[in-house]
């Protein structure tokens, strides 16, 4: 039934939904670019899409992600709530959510959250490949 109903969101579930611009695997990290905003209105579909495709085996923690944030206009603290869960399921698998040029918005509820210390800040997507490759 929940693959019935993304279909009808998002399409095929190959299909990129409309918050993500794009998305490239590399040998030990996916990288992900967000557009938009990405708010309450935003959350249920963002973790809809990814129950899909962990429940089709696409979505399976296997390497760091690098959430690339140079397109997202806005976000709220749902959006943070999300990423915190998120994290916690890389975290037990031994990986890492990496944030390139967060908005000055988003940092801030990351601090309210008292989430700063747990995602790390790139000014590029080559850092964070860097910043992660060291921590392995």
Known sequence: MLDALLSRKHGD????PPFIAS???EQDCR???LKGN???????SVTDYLKARKSQGGDRIQKHLILDCSMVCHVDSSTVACLATRM???LERHYEIALVQ?????DAYLRIACLRHVFQNYESVEQARQGLSHED
Do not use: Q
């Open 13 to 16: 579930l190959n299909a990129l």
């Open 23 to 25: 998305m490239e695997e």
């Open 31 to 33: 990288i992900v670019r």
């Open 38 to 44: 990405l708010g309450r209105e935003v959350i249920p």
């Open 88 to 90: 916690r399921e890389y």
């Open 102 to 106: 967060i908005s000055d918005e988003f």
